[in-house]
């Protein structure tokens, strides 16, 4: 039953034969699973609370930074330091103190996903990264419950709605198997427009409720992409795979796989012309007889860096090569970047013109700061 101050606060949802007191009831019944409390899963949550969802669980193991506040509106400068789960319930109480929050302050794995997943209606995928999002797609296949898909990347968005137990396809209908490593930007690196997470959280938010009110036609069998550049939307059709691993008519995945690492995708492959951030530390510390060179751009070098450390953006690589000739073939060569995608590509250039001692310093920057 709706309280007196909730029929007030929901007042504008009654007028709609669409949704009603009724509908509003079944809303304060549902429960939704927010995967990520960042730019996608800030504004789904904001709308999804204000709307009167009963129960919104979320999964975050990370703690707010500054760089979040450019897109992940659930959180602000008073939010520094406290961890996401935080951030959102206080911020998500404020907006409506009659849904229940729950805090999953873990990562998303194979091994726990079922068990937080299984008490949700509806799960929505606010991730960043390709192995997460197999994972969520699978555990609501699993569970026969709708998986309410999109990504961001730059300037562009796209959104779906996964649910094959309702005859629609799954995300591995779409993208059977992740892409290969190195040929994705960094999730990193790539950079996104605040606003655009915005707008396609929104989206998420009113695609939950849709389903869980049963009206209009959710994009099952859809993919809806956003060009912001251009203020266009497009759609394109999505077929039940028959030959789908998953949910098609012989699936060969019938548990859940672990995830690897999300570095592990987007950035380059791995290889022997590797050290970790502690490695470099030691060298550092020994006195360091090699040239350690930074790859990233000037603006990201000006915000934090190594001092020892050559700045030469990726783009103006090729520039520093008559140096490192000088200096011999066979010179101790360490380069770095952000996340180590950009690096690795660095490193194998130089491998490539015969250099033969040369690093990439896995997890880059990210790493080293949290030595």
């Known amino acids: 039953m709706l309280s007196p101050e909730e029929k007030q606060r929901y007042a504008r949802h009654f007028t709609l034969s669409q949704v009603g007191i009724e509908g509003q009831q079944k809303l304060k019944a549902s429960s939704v699973l927010c995967i990520g409390a960042g730019g996608l899963g800030s504004p789904s949550m904001l709308y999804l609370a204000a709307a009167g969802i009963g129960r919104i669980g979320i999964v975050d193991p990370d703690v707010v930074e500054r760089s979040n506040l450019q897109r992940q509106i659930l959180h602000g400068e008073s939010s520094l330091g406290s961890t996401k789960l935080e951030s959102a319930e206080a911020r998500l109480k404020d907006v409506n103190p009659h849904v229940q929050i729950e805090k999953h302050p873990c990562r998303f794995t194979a091994e726990n996903a079922l068990e937080i997943a299984k008490n949700y209606d509806v799960i929505i995928d606010g991730t960043d990264n390709f192995p997460t999002r197999y994972l969520s797609n699978d555990v609501a296949f699993f569970l026969k419950k709708p998986n309410i898909y999109a990504s961001i990347f730059q300037f562009e968005g796209q959104l779906s709605v996964f649910a ?5 396809p799954c995300y591995r209908c779409m993208l059977p198997d992740p892409p290969a490593a190195g040929t994705v930007p960094s999730c990193a690196e790539a950079g996104v427009l605040g606003v655009l997470p ?23 069998g859809r993919l809806v992409h956003y060009d912001a550049l251009q203020t266009a939307f497009r ?3 999505l077929r039940k795979d028959p030959q789908c691993p998953l949910c098609g008519s012989n699936p060969t995945i019938t548990t859940l796989q672990p995830i690897m690492n999300h570095n592990d995708i987007c950035q380059a492959p791995s290889g022997p012309n590797e050290l970790s951030v502690a490695e470099l530390k030691a060298k550092i510390d020994q006195g360091l007889t090699g040239i350690i060179i930074d790859v990233r751009e000037q603006w990201e070098h000006d915000i934090v860096n190594l001092p020892q450390a050559k700045l030469v953006p990726l783009n103006t690589f090729p520039s520093i090569i008559p140096e490192l000739t000088e200096l011999g073939k066979d010179h101790e060569i360490i380069i770095h970047c952000k996340v180590g995608g950009r ?28 030595l």
């Open 343 to 370: 690096s690795a590509h660095a490193v194998e250039f130089l491998i490539n013109e015969g250099f033969t001692n040369v690093y990439n310093v896995i997890g880059g920057m990210e790493a080293w700061q949290k």
């Open 198 to 220: 915005g707008v396609i959280g929104s989206l998420q938010a009113m695609e939950a409720i849709k389903v869980i009110l049963g009206i209009g036609e959710p994009p099952m």
């Open 164 to 168: 094959p137990h309702l005859g629609g």
């Open 235 to 237: 759609e394109f059709k």
